[in-house]
């Protein structure tokens, strides 16, 4: 079926693109002005290129010049940032140019009215554009973080901050020596087969019993389940400061403190809150005839388990299982209490660099985690798309 | 659920509309009327011992990881919730000295009397043995400034109480240098009926003391006559021989007896233990040592201890001791509200000791800001991200979940690498010039350090559970109030945000939670004046070794967080809690 919709698109006249433009190039001016040294000058300058260059593409120019314009704004962008900061300005100029390149003809041609409704006040289209660049501001928050530390790990210096070398995107002023200091130091090396002795092994546990519990759990009946989902709960919500303090008393008395088994029962503790809750949500789609039709056909329990539970349920035993195993591998605290020297954790001796200020390599094992980390998101997301699937939930 | 069918209550007998059901229906029928199952058992209560077998089955399952959590967590806290009531150190350490000062008078000026410096006297000595009186010195030092090196000062020089008295005693005869014949008249020669009293008593005080096992052979018994007149130095012997034999790895009848020993052998004597019927080894000597030590003076506890240090004559030393000698203690509590035990029950410290309040204020308030700001950048991105096209709703949902399985440390370094005064941002600023070079922003080791970093590591947690609400949140509703003529903010404010509150309380709660309890950003980010109180039970644990402390500070912090996890299931539910 074909439809029509309203659209509100139209060349919008000189006195109103003209003026916009300008304003965003006086915004742009106050930055470049800064740096330059005088901000009026900046804002004056910035709003009077700006405005030449609408009036050229919107009143001079024709419409199918409009490629070669772009075109031309980015070179001549690049070029004067070039003339202010060398080679780094040249990126900034060039990312200046397409933005206004682009911001030109969007608002000159109206384009920024295509997606609305078309019945929306000016107010409300400068609300809604206004709303979604704070929410891009909000994003960018968010991520900018995780992004920056990437290209600062491969600093050729030991600083934690970019280098004019590393601007002016100088070969010299790159290297991978804090991946190699990584590779090649005890210290670290240690640490990471520390993490990767403990992690698997509380996963496992936490895994297996927290599987076994959620099955138990979500049979519908189930005395004290309020009280039992409460203390399975429990380590995720008691601020890992007091469950650290707790096992180290508790574990000394034991002689479980400073011990590889220690650490790995602490951090199983800490992952099956995990388990329960993905695996629970898991069994909710989950068809119990199944199991009675396998039970009728003469399977007993165990192959019943394992030959229709199981397969149903996998994606959300193993998406439990990758929050399991993230929080061990992630999780400093407790360790810090629970283990010794010996046990000595990737997160550990983070922390014990950021503390000292000792060396970026943190930054190189930084990019190496967050790749890690993107590798188990895609895992999990694709996990969580097949378990609906499967079980029907929806449709994609 | 879809599986009804064993629950007793929606079973109904069949119909008995047809005659062949009146039949069938007859054969399942007992003469009372009521409902049999095949095997001839009354329907009800083959039923209910289905659902048992049901509910048993569930529990199984769900046992072992309850064993498990009930062992590995559960336990650890309660044994932290025990720690910090519990002050066994001090009557397990000096028994005797707490047993007598019950008695005494704080009130009164001056230290207590002879006879609870006697027994401080053979309390410390074993302690100093055994080096638990600097243990007991620091837990002391907690409550009252210079007790440690008080207690460490008088265990070096306890040795030296009566020396004039022991001296006297091993001039008259080399015997009692001699351990042979020390162990002989303590076990009463070859034919002397043992008792194994002294030393099950003097066991269980050292296990006490020291934590440590000591049961097994002592390789030494007492006679029965020697501890019948002599009953304080056989315990003293019966004390040195079990620590000599299972601390010190030797043979107890190889060692010279501890000063400790012919201390109380001394005062025994003095004190005129009947020797008449005396007549094992070594009564000769005994008889003879009486006789001189007669003409000897009394030995003066209480002298000797003030003239070891002054300090043993203060009141307020003795005071401490004696307000900390019960085995549970509100103390560490009254400590952890910027409080302590005073004469007349609980004071206030001085002002320049109060920080803990200050502390917990600074963590509610901080964790308050927190979660508003996450509040603040939370709700535009939830709003925008459940009324986008669900294409491009996933593709901006990666840029919340990529910071949210990102490691904790990762974002921290992030954070000092971008805040930090020659980091990211103020580079960035110099550059621009908006900020001059020597006039770089303080952003790092301060407040705001401690807030910015924990808003965007906490972000996630307030925009999943706020995304989860509204985009259950039907558009037609808005679209009504519009085409009713609400304004577009009205259509907002009354229609929209009402029906988001719950994803707004829950995450705050998560936030709230979470924040509260967090250690390595503010340890990391927070310099002196951004830490929380859990920094400060960190602390205790690790650097001051104030457990007792430090599981106040973290009852009191659990406390706090379980009402909160409380609220939260009222509110949300646990089974609500969803993940990514």
Not at chain 2, 197 to 220: A, H, K, W, Y
Request: aromatic share 12%; proline share 5%.
């Amino acid at each position: 079926m074909a439809t029509y919709t309203l659209k509100y698109v139209e060349k919008k006249p000189l006195s109103f693109s003209v003026p916009v433009v300008a304003a965003a190039g006086a915004f742009a001016g106050i930055f470049v002005g800064a740096a330059q040294g005088s901000i009026w000058q900046g804002i004056l300058a910035g709003a009077v290129l700006m405005a030449i260059l609408t009036f050229l593409a919107q009143g001079v120019l024709s419409e199918s010049m409009e490629k070669p314009f772009r075109w031309g704004m980015v070179v001549l962008f690049a070029a004067g940032g070039y003339v202010f900061g060398e080679i780094p300005g040249i990126v900034v100029g060039a990312i200046f140019g397409v933005f206004y390149g682009w911001f030109i003809y969007w608002i000159g041609q109206g384009r920024y009215r295509e997606k609305l409704l078309p019945y929306l006040t000016p107010g409300q289209v400068l609300g809604h554009f206004a709303f979604r660049v704070i929410c891009g501001m909000i994003f960018f928050f968010l991520i900018t973080p995780i992004v920056v530390v990437m290209p600062l790990s491969f600093n050729a210096e030991d600083f934690f901050t970019f280098t004019p070398e590393m601007l002016s995107f100088d070969p010299e002023g790159y290297s991978l020596k804090h991946y190699r200091d990584f590779f090649t130091s005890p210290d670290w090396q240690q640490a990471l087969w520390n993490s990767v002795a403990i992690a698997p092994v509380a996963t496992l546990l936490s895994v297996s019993f927290g599987t076994l519990a959620a099955i138990g759990l979500s049979s519908e009946h189930v005395p004290f389940r309020r009280a039992i989902m409460a203390i399975l709960i429990s380590p995720m919500i008691v601020p890992l400061i007091i469950s650290a303090a707790g096992m180290y008393f508790f574990y000394s008395r034991l002689g479980l403190q400073g011990t590889y088994w220690g650490v790995v029962l602490a951090h199983a503790a800490l992952g099956i809150p995990f388990v329960i809750i993905t695996v629970t949500a898991t069994l909710v789609g989950f068809d119990r005839s199944l199991t009675r039709a396998a039970a009728n056909m003469g399977a007993d329990p165990v192959t019943t388990f394992f030959r229709v539970q199981m397969p149903l349920i996998l994606p959300g035993v193993i998406s439990g299982g990758l929050f399991a195993f993230i929080t061990s591998f992630d999780e400093v605290v407790v360790v810090l209490f629970v283990g010794s020297a010996g046990q000595k954790t990737l997160p550990w001796q983070m922390f014990i660099g950021l503390r000292e200020q000792i060396s970026p390599t943190i930054l190189a094992v930084a990019t190496i985690l967050v790749s890690i980390s993107i590798v188990l998101l895609t895992t999990v997301e694709f996990l969580r798309r097949r378990s609906e699937r499967m079980r029907g939930l929806s449709p994609g | 659920m879809s599986d009804g069918t064993t629950d007793p209550k929606t079973v109904d007998a069949p119909k008995a509309d047809d005659p062949r059901d009146q039949a069938k229906a007859a054969d399942n029928v007992d003469k009372d009327g009521r409902m049999l199952s095949a095997d001839g058992t009354p329907l009800k209560r083959s039923l209910a011992r289905a659902l048992r077998v049901q509910k048993m089955r569930a529990l199984m399952l769900i046992a072992p990881l309850l064993i498990f959590v009930l062992v590995t967590f559960i336990a650890p806290i309660v044994d932290m919730l025990f720690r910090s009531v519990e002050n066994q150190i001090v009557s397990n350490t000096l028994p005797r000295t707490v047993a007598s000062l019950s008695d005494w008078d704080a009130s009164q000026d001056g230290a207590p009397g002879e006879e609870v410096f006697e027994n401080f006297y053979y309390d410390l000595f074993i302690a100093a043995e055994a080096k638990e009186h600097t243990r007991l010195g620091s837990r002391l030092n907690y409550e009252q400034t210079g007790l440690s090196s008080l207690f460490r000062g008088s265990g070096r020089s306890v040795d030296d109480v009566g020396e004039e008295q022991i001296d006297a005693l091993e001039d008259l005869n080399e015997a009692w240098e001699d351990e042979a014949f020390w162990y002989e008249l303590m076990t009463g020669g070859e034919n002397s009926a043992p008792t194994a009293e002294p030393l099950d008593i003097q066991r269980g005080m050292l296990e006490r003391l020291t934590g440590d096992n000591f049961s097994g052979d002592v390789g030494f018994l007492p006679g029965s006559a020697i501890t019948r007149v002599l009953p304080r130095t056989v315990n003293q012997y019966a004390a040195f021989a079990l620590f000599t034999v299972f601390a010190d790895e030797d043979v107890v009848a190889e060692e010279e007896p501890w000063e400790a020993v012919k201390v109380a052998l001394i005062q025994e004597l003095q004190a005129g233990a009947d020797l008449s019927e005396y007549d094992g080894p070594g009564a000769e000597e005994l008889r003879a040592a009486q006789e001189m030590l007669a003409d000897q003076p009394q030995i003066a506890f209480k002298d000797a201890f003030i003239e070891m240090d002054e300090d043993w004559g203060e009141n307020a030393n003795w005071r401490t001791i004696q307000t900390y000698s019960p085995e549970l203690t509100e103390g560490y509590f009254l400590n952890a509200i910027d409080m302590q035990k005073g004469i007349d029950g609980a004071e206030p410290r001085p002002e320049n000791q109060q920080i803990y309040i200050m502390l917990f204020q600074r963590t509610l308030f901080m964790s308050l800001v927190i979660c508003g700001s996450c509040i603040l950048l939370g709700y535009p991105v939830a709003y925008l991200l459940s009324n986008l096209p669900m294409r491009t709703a996933n593709l901006l949902m990666i840029l919340v979940l990529l910071p949210f399985w990102t490691s904790l440390l990762v974002r921290t370094s992030a954070w000092k690498v971008m805040l930090q005064q020659q980091g990211v941002i103020n580079d960035v600023l110099v550059w621009l010039g908006l900020v001059d070079d020597f006039g770089r922003l303080v952003m790092i080791n301060n407040q705001f350090g401690t807030i910015v970093a924990m808003t965007h590591i906490l972000l996630p947690f307030m925009i999943l559970p706020m995304y989860s609400v509204m985009s259950t949140i039907p558009p037609s509703y808005v679209r009504a109030a519009r085409s009713l003529g609400a304004t577009q903010w009205t259509a907002f404010w009354r229609v929209y945000f009402p029906q988001s509150v719950p994803g707004i309380g829950a995450g705050s709660i998560l936030v709230f939670i979470l924040a509260i309890g967090y250690y390595i950003t503010p340890e990391i980010v927070g310099g002196t004046t951004g830490t929380f109180i859990s920094n400060r039970i960190a602390y205790h644990i690790s650097s001051s070794l104030n457990w007792g402390l430090a599981a106040a500070l973290g009852t009191i912090l659990l406390a706090a967080v379980l009402i909160l996890y409380w609220a939260y299931d009222r509110i949300v539910g646990i089974d609500n809690v969803k993940l990514g």
